[in-house]
């Protein structure tokens, strides 16, 4: 066998190697509401969606800001539009005992949902999720979910939409109720 022939024969077996794949932050670090050093503080007009959390981070904390305003009504879902600014709203929603959102989207709009106090169960095709107060769900435009108050205690949430939001279209099968639909 000619010695010169192995090292050619040894390359054609050889796999190529894989291209370099880049990463995004979310891939490095998973879920980056979990990861508070990717979190940026709030800027007087956030741009990105981190800069949302922030801004949303930062209302929740500032309870003097919101905490008079609230008010509970056993009829209707009840909801004030607290902030606006360029390309974006901010509503506080409050919750009695059993109230509920009913499955829905937010047309074009991302958002960023916070949880002040009481909880709050989303529902959404992955299953429910309970969210008690901090706690944050960021969603993109074509994202459908149900929230609702499960507990027997009112609750109150902040919601950050951006762009504002234009429509909220309603589905007709709520994910809390799917089980029973399907089987």
């Known amino acids: 066998?000619?010695?010169?022939?192995?090292?050619?024969?040894?390359?054609?077996?050889?796999?190529?190697?894989?291209?370099?794949v880049t990463?995004?932050?979310?891939?490095?670090a998973g879920d980056i509401l979990s990861v508070q050093h990717l979190l940026q503080p709030a800027r007087e007009h956030p741009a990105t969606v981190a800069e949302f959390v922030g801004l949303a981070r930062s209302i929740a904390a500032d309870r003097a800001s919101w905490e008079h305003l609230v008010q509970y009504d056993a009829t209707t879902r009840w909801y004030h539009r607290l902030r606006t600014g360029p390309g974006y709203e901010v509503w506080l929603l409050s919750w009695v005992p059993g109230q509920g959102s009913g499955l829905h989207g937010?047309?074009?709009s991302s958002g960023v949902l916070t949880v002040l106090d009481g909880e709050l169960t989303e529902h959404s095709p992955r299953g429910p999720l309970a969210l008690g107060p901090g706690?944050?769900?960021?969603?993109?435009?074509g994202y459908a979910h149900e929230v609702v108050n499960d507990t027997l205690d009112g609750a109150v949430s902040l919601h950050v939409y951006f762009p504002g939001l234009t429509e909220m279209p309603m589905h007709s099968c709520s994910p809390a109720h799917q089980a029973h639909v399907t089987a």
Do not use: K, W, Y
Not at 135 to 141: E, T
């Open 135 to 141: 706690s944050q769900r960021v969603f993109a435009p």
């Open 23 to 28: 990463e995004s932050d979310l891939q490095i």
């Open 106 to 108: 937010h047309g074009d």
């Open 1 to 20: 066998m000619n010695s010169a022939a192995a090292p050619t024969t040894a390359a054609a077996v050889t796999a190529p190697a894989a291209p370099a």
